[in-house]
Nanobody, 126 residues
Framework: QVQLVESGGGLVQAGGSLRPSCAASGGTVGSYAMGWFRQAPGKEREFVAAISWGGGGTRNADSVKGRFTISRDNVKNTGYLQMNSLKPEDTAVYYC???????????????????WGQGTQVTVSS
């Protein structure tokens, strides 16, 4: 059974940066697409970014384009979300997830993902 563990969240001032990571264990996940989602208090979970199994294709939500970069290291079975120019509205619990089957056109769909981490809190102060 694949397990995902996020880390690297925290408290940062507006304009700052964080780089959460997502470590996978329990299986070889290099063939899975990886996505990041977030859920702010009182809001539904929303898509943030996704990356293909080989890392050659990525997709970002409009709200984070130009500020967030998703990447992965399949040797380490770890994914990353580099977050720059953070804003208070980026405050949320951030989750990583893996998708066994799908395509870039479905990466934003939460229901397409097979494995989820427990989340890491990101708080951006103004």
């Amino acid at each position: 059974q694949v397990q995902l563990v996020e880390s690297g969240g925290g408290l940062v001032q507006a304009g700052g940066s964080l780089r959460p990571s997502c470590a996978a264990s329990g299986g070889t996940v290099g063939s899975y697409a990886m996505g990041w989602f977030r859920q702010a208090p009182g809001k539904e979970r929303e898509f943030v970014a996704a990356i293909s199994w080989g890392g050659g294709g990525t997709r970002n939500a409009d709200s984070v384009k130009g500020r967030f970069t998703i990447s992965r290291d399949n040797v380490k079975n770890t994914g990353y979300l580099q977050m720059n120019s953070l804003k208070p509205e980026d405050t949320a619990v951030y989750y990583c997830a893996l998708m066994r089957k799908g395509s870039p056109s479905t990466w934003y769909r939460e229901a397409q993902y097979d494995y989820w981490g427990q989340g890491t809190q990101v708080t951006v102060s103004s």
